[in-house]
């Protein structure tokens, strides 16, 4: 899966599951840097989805 994607992913799980996932997880290295991911999301026309995803989350 392309980083952008895992990125996306990770996003969701932590929001919804409320801190790391050891079972969705697994085999995607979530260790990127804010600077670096903000670069990918922006760069494969993601980070305006991702924004919107994080700004409209209700929280618990």
Same mark, same amino acid.
């Given at each position: 899966?392309?980083?952008? $994607?895992?990125?996306?992913?990770?996003? =969701?799980?932590? =929001?919804?599951?409320? %801190?790391?996932?050891?079972?969705? =997880? $697994? /085999?995607?290295?979530?260790?990127?840097?804010?600077?670096?991911?903000?670069?990918?999301? /922006?760069?494969? %026309?993601?980070?305006?989805?991702?924004?919107? =995803?994080?700004?409209?989350?209700?929280?618990?």
């Amino acid at each position: 899966m392309p980083d952008v $994607r895992q990125m996306m992913a990770a996003s =969701l799980l932590w =929001l919804y599951r409320v %801190g790391k996932d050891n079972v969705w =997880l $697994r /085999r995607v290295p979530y260790t990127w840097h804010a600077a670096e991911a903000i670069a990918c999301l /922006r760069a494969n %026309g993601a980070f305006e989805d991702w924004a919107r =995803l994080y700004a409209h989350y209700p929280g618990r």
